[in-house]
């Protein structure tokens, strides 16, 4: 049987885009290794990182220029009220992803229930290919995995368009 090629990296996937790219997010926490430091001060003092820190070198840039290209970067979050620690911080940051053009929405779980949603997270770049986000159970991030299988990429596109129709702006979303 032979292999099948890695999943894109985000800078790969993001200069693929023509028109957009959504991503939904569907846990309530996160142990990505490269967020760890910033995360344990957060808890520690509610202290964020600067868009110019090197939390952000990698994201924002890359944002910045897929949207200067005409590219809607839109990312929904599902989220358990109340919220644990992890979406706080999350919320906190979240003004820099803004800043960068991205657009984001939060959608309360309690109002997901009627959806037909994925079981993973995803990366939707043109309704053409999917980039699955892969988590461990405990949260740690493992290999990603893709596809342009057309069941798949409906239901990614259905999934996303209902969360986002039924999702509240990052500017009113309180929590």
Request: hydrophobic share 40%; net charge negative.
């Amino acid at each position: 049987m032979p292999q099948r090629p890695p999943a894109p990296s985000f800078e790969d996937l993001l200069d693929s885009a023509r028109t957009h790219a959504l991503h939904l997010e569907l846990r309530d926490v996160y142990a990505v290794g490269e967020e760890r430091e910033v995360y344990d001060a957060f808890l520690r003092d509610g202290s964020v990182p600067a868009d110019d820190s090197p939390f952000w070198s990698g994201w924002l840039p890359l944002v910045e220029r897929t949207v200067a290209r005409g590219v809607k970067v839109l990312r929904a979050r599902i989220v358990s009220e109340p919220v644990t620690d992890y979406i706080r911080f999350e919320h906190a940051i979240t003004d820099a992803n803004c800043r960068a053009g991205e657009q984001v929405r939060w959608l309360p779980r309690r109002r997901a229930s009627a959806l037909a949603l994925p079981g993973n997270d995803f990366w939707l770049i043109d309704d053409q290919v999917v980039r699955w986000n892969l988590f461990s159970g405990d949260g740690e991030a493992l290999e990603p995995d893709h596809t342009d299988d057309p069941a798949a990429v409906k239901l990614c596109v259905e999934a996303f368009r209902s969360v986002w129709d039924l999702a509240i702006d990052h500017a009113d979303y309180r929590i």
